[in-house]
């Protein structure tokens, strides 16, 4: 069964300084994976999105994430955080039947 | 594009009451929607999955009877929560995914809803 890990449940950064999400995924076949964020008493907004090709996927508000198939991993980064992206952030792999499979979520905090 | 919106965004009602949730694809059509439910501080569970015209698949655990799903069109969902009791109170998310094309791998949610049971 597809299942993904987010270790961090929560990370502090500094306004301006760089941002890594981790996420590792476990999944048999090539995966269809995602990022997605969540503001407070909000639904999902699609970051970005991954199903094969470029490793190296752009996303919205100047996120990205790098896919490797040898660590089954699918890290989100941004290179300066605005106070706007505090949130919570969830990656998810896609499985049978076009449902998704998600991680705990990772809440990031930013400081002034 | 890809919008899906929720209606209402929150709600409050009594104990043993019926509350109706709709979900709407606003400028695509939607094969299959999702209903997902997340509890404060936590990630998404996925509760069923609604596909236009057929009954909804509900996942292990969640009761069929207790939340009844009708997706009459490839816009429009709805999620009842019959005689609602306060552990039912939640944040209620639904999603959908486009019937063609553009990425039907890719759902798209809704701003989701509050339901507090009194």
């Known amino acids: 069964a597809q299942s993904v890990t987010q270790p961090d449940i929560h990370i502090t950064v500094s306004e301006g300084a760089s941002l890594e999400l981790r996420c590792n995924y476990s999944?048999?076949?090539?995966?269809?994976l995602f990022w997605y964020v969540q503001s407070p008493g909000q639904g999902l907004q699609l970051l970005l999105k991954y199903f094969s090709g470029d490793t190296l996927v752009q996303g919205i508000k100047g996120f990205e994430a790098e896919f490797k198939r040898s660590q089954s991993s699918f890290n989100l980064r941004k290179p300066s955080v605005h106070w706007s992206d505090a949130a919570e952030y969830f990656c998810a792999v896609g499985a049978t039947g076009y449902k998704l499979s998600f991680g705990a979520g990772t809440t990031v905090t930013v400081r002034a | 594009g890809a919008v899906v919106s929720q209606h209402p965004s929150r709600v409050i009602c009594k104990s043993g009451t019926s509350v109706k949730i709709e979900c709407r694809s606003l400028d695509f059509q939607a094969t299959t929607m999702f209903w997902y439910r997340q509890f404060p501080k936590q990630s998404l569970m996925l509760m069923a999955t609604?596909?236009?015209?057929?009954?909804?698949?509900?996942e292990q655990g969640v009761e069929k009877d207790k939340f009844l799903i009708n997706h009459a069109s490839l816009t429009l969902s709805t999620l009842t929560v019959t005689s609602a009791h306060p552990e039912d109170s939640s944040f209620y998310i639904c999603?959908?995914?486009?019937?063609?094309?553009?990425?039907?791998?890719?759902?798209?949610f809704g701003p989701g809803t509050r339901l507090l049971v009194l």
């Open positions: 999944y048999g076949a090539t995966p269809y």
């Open positions: 609604s596909n236009e015209g057929s009954k909804a698949t509900y």
């Open positions: 999603s959908a995914r486009m019937a063609s094309g553009g990425s039907q791998e890719t759902q798209y």
